[in-house]
């Protein structure tokens, strides 16, 4: 758990770079996107984000139209990562893929995300772990999700989990341990010495 807390420390007190050019914004439902809309308010001046170009709803997961429309309420412009329409679900660790596949093909190499706070680090931990995989150099930055009320209800795990924030740190906390068991997440020391 040291390690997790050492690396939650790190990502979350790294100064942004001034002039963002790419955010991403893990894939969500309606209940999570005002906390990275008020994040993203809050921490930058840049109005392009990047989705996940989903076509349907699935795992709890909108469809980008729907998630478009939302952002686009509120002044954002919409970019689209591909992602590969034959998938049943949608997961943190084939989002991943898609949006390294997407930094590949676009020579990028800086990358901010924003997620929801209980989800952000597993987000971080998991893109780093497919740039390690992929041997390729992206300096990933976080823009962390702001919750007006912890005890509120969220939707999350495959649209199968609601609870409140609160409730899902824990089970993030789980997640990123048997997700690091399977080999979807490289060990915390591995992505310690990537990021630095």
Known sequence: MNDIAQLSIK???????TNIEHIYCFAHNIINIPCMI??????????????????????G???????????????FKISMVPFNESFTSINTRTESEAVI??????????????APPYHILRAFMTLNSVCIEKNINVKIY????VVENWNATT???D????????????MEFNRIQKYTVKGDIQPCNLIWDYIK
């Open 11 to 17: 990502i979350l007190g790294q100064r942004l770079p």
């Open 38 to 59: 008020n994040a993203l308010n809050l921490h930058t001046h840049n109005k392009n984000i990047v989705i996940l170009d989903n076509r349907k709803l699935m795992s």
């Open 61 to 75: 997961v909108l469809p980008s139209r729907d998630i478009s429309r939302i952002y686009n309420d509120h002044g």
């Open 101 to 114: 596949d997407w930094v590949i093909q676009n020579n990028i190499k800086q990358l901010c995300i924003t």
């Open 142 to 145: 976080v823009i962390n999700g």
């Open 155 to 157: 939707i999350t795990h």
């Open 159 to 170: 649209g199968k989990t609601i609870t409140s924030f609160e409730n899902v740190i824990n």
